[in-house]
């Protein structure tokens, strides 16, 4: 068990101070320079002879990268023609006119003209015109291919053929390309290659360098200020938070400009400080935050209970992300999860999963958690009691496991009957073994939390209960990190249930100790089964007649 300080609540900045003192001296690096497997890639295609004539580039489907892959041939030395195009059958095939069956004039297509040449075409283009390309992936494959009739009433008896010796790329994300593999199996198989676009990059002392040279480069290419060392901490630890791990940065052009040319209106067009970085995080945070304030009120209100003090039995803090549809971002919300229990046969009753609004993940983690508690209880037979376990105020389909820690929380809670401490939420999964594994958006979810703790008043004991494998995912907020600091918000880094429940409950999970939660619940189950039960009248029958 750790009470991690507040250096943890971000990147190790610190590691590489000197090489953001020399940003001045780099000489800037370009967005080629960081991508080696998508330049190799291309060079051998550009070189391949035969039947591979195509390539798909896993990589976000707009005009900026696909720029970006047209420069990228160009700077592998072919000498062929590189054109970004749509599948406009006229313009890659050509067309004809005709008059009485008869060929008057050609227009010969791209894929003629332009022979060996190489083609960037978007992977939606193709599932807008799946006809189009059925009759383009042909002629590039070598199939002879004919114009097209610019008047369909005017067609000729005898219409021209060629070959071409062109090739294509296709560039799309990975929904995309899951999309066109489904429509034609020739885009992933031998008759076509596959490469990545890579849109971040694992920062070390060895990578820093070359990073901070990319930078550079991107504030050259599009008219960006210069950034001081402090405008530098600033965008990494941005980055990291953008990555969701303090060990990688991010490499797409997107989200550095829409960050630095926000910030260079703060800045008026001078260099960029820290300051300028901030005002521009928080005018994207003012934007996109209506949803996330509204959840909050409802919960400063009473409209939704969050209890961030005292003590409950069977109740715990669980952490949530909410995506909205059409909403840019995602953003955390703190959800009270709730056990009861009761007379009954072992079963342990999942309400999300039973009223259709759990997903499978969700109920796969509920099934773990349960053989976790039934194998650290070591029972002979069934549990003499059965639980329901909720989640309170939701009303829509919850999904993921990262609620299995606090769901078990909850369940040993109304099970021994020792009431958990309201101050502390907790995320995080569990497996068979009791172990806590990582969960995502770690930041949102400690964020969501810390701001109804800072509404309803600190009491210097609130937190967040985390898998200790997550904290190089941390990358918060400076408010979060400012009362980290002064001890008025609290991270636990756990590994195992056995750390979470003296956390949480204030007693050891399990051991000698007579007071271990799991010592209580077999106590209960001792006591329980000690208690007469009522005679049936058959059994009452017996009794007289032993008895006479």
């Known amino acids: 068990m750790q009470q991690d300080n507040w250096q943890a609540t971000y990147p190790p900045i610190h590691l590489y101070q000197n090489s953001i003192k020399q940003f001045d001296q780099f000489e800037p690096v370009t967005f080629f320079d960081m991508q080696p497997r998508l330049i190799n890639a291309l060079s051998k295609f550009i070189k391949f002879n035969g039947l591979t004539r195509m390539m798909t580039i896993n990589a976000p489907d707009n005009s900026i990268y696909r720029q970006l892959v047209q420069e990228a041939c160009l700077k592998c030395g072919t000498e062929a023609p590189v054109q970004l195009e749509s599948l406009n059958l006229n313009d890659l095939l050509g067309e004809y006119q005709a008059q009485n069956g008869k060929v008057t004039h050609v227009r010969r297509g791209l894929l003629e003209s332009q022979q060996g040449g190489l083609f960037i075409v978007s992977a939606n283009s193709i599932l807008a ?41 296709i560039v799309g994300d990975s929904n995309q390309l899951a999309d066109l593999d489904y429509f034609d199996g020739d885009t992933n198989s031998g008759l076509c290659l596959f490469t990545e676009l890579e ?3 694992k920062l070390s002392t060895d990578s820093i360098n070359l990073y901070l040279g990319y930078i550079k480069w991107l504030c050259r290419r599009y008219s960006l200020p210069n950034l001081s060392a402090s405008a530098i901490e600033r965008l990494l630890i941005a980055g990291a938070r953008q990555t969701e791990d303090q060990s990688f940065q991010p490499l797409g052009l997107v989200w550095f400009n829409l960050l630095l040319t926000e910030a260079a209106i703060e800045s008026n067009g001078e260099t960029l400080t820290e300051a300028h970085i901030d005002a521009a995080i928080e005018a994207k945070y003012e934007r996109e935050s209506y949803l996330p304030k509204r959840a909050l ?8 209970i969050i209890e961030t003090k005292g003590e409950q039995v069977g109740q715990v803090n669980g952490l949530t992300v909410v995506d909205v549809p059409g909403h840019p971002v995602s953003y955390g919300e703190p959800a009270r999860i709730s056990c009861v229990i009761h007379f009954g046969d072992g079963d342990i009753s999942d309400v999300e999963r039973k009223a259709e609004l759990g997903g499978n993940l969700h109920a796969k983690g509920m099934m773990i958690m349960q053989a976790f508690v039934s194998s650290a209880l070591d029972l002979d037979e069934p549990l003499p009691y059965s639980a329901s376990v909720v989640f309170e105020q939701s009303y829509s389909e919850v999904d993921g496991d990262s609620a299995s820690l606090a769901e078990l929380c909850s369940l040993v809670s109304a099970l021994s009957g020792y009431p958990i401490n309201q101050q502390i939420a907790v995320t995080g999964a569990v497996d068979q073994f009791g172990r ?3 969960v995502g958006g770690l930041n949102e979810k400690i964020e969501g939390f810390y701001q109804v703790c800072r509404h309803q008043g600190f009491t210097g004991q609130q937190g ?5 494998t997550n904290l190089q995912h941390l990358s918060l907020h400076k408010d979060v990190i400012a009362s980290v600091k002064k001890g008025e918000f609290h991270i636990w880094s756990v590994e195992h249930v056995d750390e979470v429940v003296p956390i949480i409950m204030g007693k050891p999970f399990r051991g000698d100790d007579e007071e271990t939660v799991i010592n209580k619940i077999a106590e209960r189950i001792e006591n329980f089964e000690r208690i007469e039960q009522p005679l049936s009248f058959v059994q009452r029958i017996k009794t007289w007649l032993i008895r006479d």
Do not use: F
């Open 297 to 304: 009120e409802d919960i400063l209100e009473g409209q939704v």
């Open 199 to 201: 849109l971040e990059i």
């Open 129 to 169: 015109n799946p006809i189009n390309w059925v009759a383009v992936k042909s002629a590039i494959l070598g199939q002879s291919v004919s114009p097209v009739a610019s008047d369909p009433r005017n067609i000729a008896m005898h219409i021209p053929s060629y070959t071409t010796q062109c090739k294509i790329i």
């Open 464 to 468: 967040v209960i985390l898998p200790k």
């Open 436 to 438: 806590v594994q990582a």
